[in-house]
C-alpha cells in the first residue's frame, strides 16, 4: 500500500501504539470486513520478515509482513492493509502493468483500490491524493501519477506509513514515497530480494489464479444487493466471470420467442379488445385474432440459490414475459404456482427437484417451459412434450457447464435449450 505524505493526517504526526496486533488477527478482521475473500485469503502464503517495512504481496500469493508494523494497527486497520494486498492480485496489476512504469503503476494500482476500501491506515494513496476523482480504473490513474518517480529500491517492498515516522522501515529508500514501488510484484513491479523463494514455495493461488478470481467473483455476484460494498465491485466481478446481465437476458427471452413461433398458437373467433382503424364506421367487427402461448417460468427457490440469484431470475423473468403470455413457478422440491405476475420478493429454501415443477407445468398448459436455475437440480429422463429452455445462472457455469465440472449428473439434459449467463 503505497503512502502519500500529502494526506491531512499522515502517519509521521501520529503517536506510535503497540495494539499487538498479528497477522492472524489481521485475517481474521479481513475475514469479518470481507466475507466474499475468505477463500482468496486461505490461498495467500503469509511470510514474516522484519525486512519488508509494512506488507508487500508477490505475483506467487505470498504476502510478506513485518511483525513489528502489524502491531502498531489496529486488526481492522491490518485486516484492511491485508485486503489491499489481496486485490493487487484479483485485478491482475502484475498482469496489466505492461510497459508502464512500476514505481507509477504501483501508486495507480493503490488509488485504484483504496477509492472503495474503508478502514485504511493514515497515509494511504486514494484518487483525491492524484487530483482525480473516484470510479475510474488504474490506467487513468497512472496518468495522474507524478513522473518522475524513484527507481523501486531494494527493501522497498510493503505499505508503510510515512518516512520518518518512527514506524518500522521508515525512512528505508523507497518507504513512505508516493510512487515508490511498494506492494512488491504483485502490484506490477520487478521481482523484490524478499520474494526470491517465492517461486520455489508460492501461496495455494498461484496453482490456479483464475480459479480463485473467479470464485471470489461468484461470491460477489451471489450476493443481495443490499449487501453488495459497491457497483465498482460487482462490476469487476462480473466482468472476471465474462457475464454480460442483459446480454443473457435478451438470449433468454429470444429463445422463447423463437422456439414459441415454432409452436404455434391456436386462434379463435372472437371480438377484439377495442376499436381500431379497419373497424367500418365506427362499427367493430369479429375477425381472427391470434393469441400468445402460454409459457411457464420456474425459478429455481432452493437452498443453494442466492439471494443476488433469485433477483437476477427475477428480472430474467420479467424478459421472458415480453416474449409471451407468462405463467410464473417457485419451485424447490415442489412447485407454487405465483401466476400472471411475480412477487416483489422471492425467498428460497429446501432441496431442490425441479422435474415436480416442470411436470406441473405442463399440465398446467404450458406450450414451452423456461426454468432459471443453478442446475444443481436433476432433470427429467426423457425429452419432455413441450420444449425445455434452461437459463443457467452464474453458479450453473462453475458446476455443470465450465471446464473440469464436476457434477455432470446435474448437466442439463442434451435435448434441452441451455441460455449460461457465463460463456463456456
Known sequence: MTTNDAQPSGGRDRPVTNYGTTINDAVYAARAAHPYYASALSRLRLEADPNVPTLATSAYWVTHYNPATVATWTPAEAGAVLVHELEHLLRRHHERCGDRDPANWNVAGDAEINQRLAGLPDGAVYPESLGMPRGRTAEVYYGATNSPQPEPQPNGGGSGEGEGDGQPGAGQPGAGQPGAAQCGSAAGGPTQPHERNDAANPGRGAADPDGARREVAREVVGMAPGDMPSDELRDWAESELGMDRSGW??????????????????????????????????AVLPRWTGERPSCAVIIDTSSSITAGDLDMARAAGHFVGRMADAVYYGCNTYPTLYGSELPERIRGGGGTNLITGIERA???????????????????????????????????????????????????PEWAIVIPIIPE
Open 249 to 282: 437476458y435478451s438470449a433468454l427471452a429470444t429463445a422463447v420467442g423463437h422456439t414459441l413461433s415454432s409452436v404455434g398458437a391456436p386462434t379463435r373467433w372472437r371480438w377484439p379488445g377495442r376499436r381500431d382503424p379497419r373497424d367500418i364506421g365506427g
Open 362 to 412: 405442463i399440465e398446467d398448459g404450458a406450450k414451452a417451459v423456461v426454468v432459471i436455475t443453478d442446475c444443481m437440480t436433476p432433470w427429467p429422463d426423457e425429452p419432455t412434450r413441450v420444449p425445455l429452455i434452461v437459463g443457467a445462472n452464474a453458479l450453473a457455469t462453475h458446476y455443470v457447464l465450465g471446464p473440469g465440472a464436476g457434477m455432470a449428473a446435474y448437466r442439463p
